[in-house]
């Protein structure tokens, strides 16, 4: 089986599992993998389909974060911790340390 995502206006309207592209008749399909192995990332409805670098972008997490252009994925604009479990609180531009669990 393969994974489908549909496309319209360079935005991922629908995903599909599939034995393959030929039960497609209408629309633009694009193969992707979930783990994100190709096409930089996996695809995920309302993201994007950057056909010119061959790459999916998930929706953009928030309005400070920057697209990296060589991953394809958001950044913050600082570092995220890697102690402990953190949240990101877009009013101070700034991560903020999450309860244990």
């Known amino acids: 089986m393969k994974y489908f995502a549909e496309i319209e206006n360079d935005i991922v309207i629908n995903l599909v599992l599939a034995e393959d592209d030929s039960i497609f008749v209408d629309g633009e399909w694009v193969e992707y993998c979930v783990e994100g192995s190709f096409r930089k990332n996996t695809a995920a409805i309302g993201g994007r389909y950057d056909r010119?670098?061959?790459?999916?972008?998930?929706?953009?997490?928030?309005?400070?974060?920057?697209?990296?252009?060589?991953?394809?994925?958001?950044?913050?604009?600082?570092?995220?911790p890697v102690d402990a479990y953190y949240g990101w609180d877009e009013d101070s531009l700034a991560w903020y340390k999450m309860k244990d669990f």
């Open 52 to 80: 010119d670098n061959d790459a999916f972008i998930l929706v953009k997490p928030y309005p400070s974060w920057t697209l990296n252009e060589s991953t394809f994925k958001w950044e913050a604009p600082t570092p995220k």
